[in-house]
């Protein structure tokens, strides 16, 4: 029997017409006051007609209890699917840090064994030319050149590992804020289903029931757009670290000094120094003294005529270098 058909049998003429909802509120509200058949209110019936309101009361209670429990069992069952979502979320992210941790680390190692390629190659070339303009691999000189021209790539290796060490520590921090973003979530959730079990126990109207369902809806997308958002983030992320470790070796490589370019710098740096001697008036026997180890005889000489303010060289080896006639003397004498 509908609400209002128990309300009408029992003598509440004034509910005919009504509505299921609004009648039961209306009644637990006033007690059914101005709506009975006898004209007396509903409560006085009660104390001259022998509880009617009472028995009535009680089983429109019950009713609504009945009517709430689906909603209330669908809400409980919902709370463990919702928990293992988001807790399959955070395994996930969990499990691919161990996997990042040794892509980094090999990712490292790479730019360490790249490095040390590069330096065992410079160190041989620079070895090599030392050697044709005389002057031993195992000198003090040969060992600061040799140092001179590893220590760029030396720089550069260290500065990518440190690089890379700090990319790793952002990537894992992402991870750890990712997962704590879905622990709040997580309880957020549950708290908002436990706060709509308190409202359909409290008011159990139809309006409750269809709210507490739809916000029931809502959690359970949301903890499946997390899942799905953890999930496709720990894919991007792999991604993204791939290409930071191959655009880490890809600079090295770009940005690796040539054999060709270290060499040709120190030798203008040199002719630039021997230029600045000349030009203060040292003398051609001082400058072959000083740069005839890391220059030429033909090259000191090219250069002296030039920028000397004596003009050109006296000497006649000299001049005879410069295709000026003179008689050929030996440099060694001077």
Known sequence: MSVVSDLIAKGYEGYRGWGEAEAQQDFQKTGGAGKYS???????????????????LQSQQEMQRAAIQPAIQSLQASQPEITAKYTGAKTRLQDSIAPLTERYNNLIAQIKGTGQTSVNRQTVVTANELGKRGIEGSSTLAGQEIQNAVSPIEQQTQGLVKDTGYAQEADIRDINSQMAGLSDAEIGANRDITSQIAQLQASGGQSAIQGAIERLRQQQSQ??????????????????????????????????PSVTQTQGNKDQATKQSLLNDISGGWT???VIKKYGSTLSTAEIVQLYSGASPFGTPKEDWAKEILGINGTTTGYNSL
Not at 245 to 256: G, H, T
């Open 284 to 286: 051609l026997a001082d």
């Open 223 to 256: 903890a499946d757009n997390a899942a799905q958002l953890a999930l496709q983030q720990a894919g991007l992320g792999e991604t993204t670290r791939s290409n930071k470790a191959s655009e880490a070796l890809r600079l090295m490589e770009l940005n690796k």
């Open 38 to 56: 006898g004209g007396n209110n509903a409560i006085n019936n009660v104390s001259s007609g022998g509880g009617d309101y009472n028995s009535f």
